[in-house]
């Protein structure tokens, strides 16, 4: 089974969206119930409609709890000579500006926050990468070269 490394900060939101979960879980189950009628030949839309959303909960549930058998936490305050999960790398993207992003597991990525995932394509190219090192990536208008400027 592979290692989940998670920042602290992954960690935590994950414990909050597994508290949510389950609670919506609970919440399910309790209005399935109620909109059951063991009665009935057929069933209810909206029981079906619970039951289909209970299963995609479930399903999430299952993910964290999976990931969390294999946790690792990692220290983002350690200093690292190459890009690693929990590091935050400063890159120039060739002829042109400079960009910063944190690189995270897939379970803490937000792209709008400048959080990428160790499996998004930049993200596979930089780890392992040190100050200085040049990285390809293809992207739909062809491949980017992006060069390590700072790493933290």
């Given at each position: 089974m592979n290692k989940t490394i998670l920042t602290q900060a992954g960690y935590d939101k994950l414990i909050t969206e597994l508290e949510e979960l389950k609670q919506k879980q609970t919440r399910l189950v309790t209005q399935i119930e109620e909109v059951a009628q063991p009665d009935e030949s057929g069933e209810d839309g909206l029981a079906t409609q619970l039951k289909d959303e209970l299963e995609v909960i479930n399903?999430?549930?299952?993910?964290?709890?999976?990931?969390?058998?294999?946790?690792?936490?990692?220290n983002s305050?350690?200093?690292?000579?190459?890009?690693?999960?929990g590091t935050t790398v400063k890159i120039k993207i060739m002829g042109n500006s400079e960009k910063e992003f944190s690189i995270v597991s897939h379970f803490?990525?937000?792209?709008?926050?400048?959080?990428?995932?160790?499996?998004?394509?930049?993200?596979?190219?930089?780890?392992g990468k040190k100050i200085n090192d040049q990285v390809e990536v293809d992207a739909p208008v062809g491949k980017i070269t992006y060069k390590i400027i700072a790493i933290s």
């Open positions: 399903s999430k549930i299952e993910k964290i709890e999976e990931a969390f058998e294999t946790v690792e936490i990692v305050r350690q200093k690292y000579d190459s890009v690693q999960i803490e990525s937000d792209p709008s926050t400048n959080k990428i995932s160790d499996q998004s394509p930049l993200g596979q190219a930089l780890i």
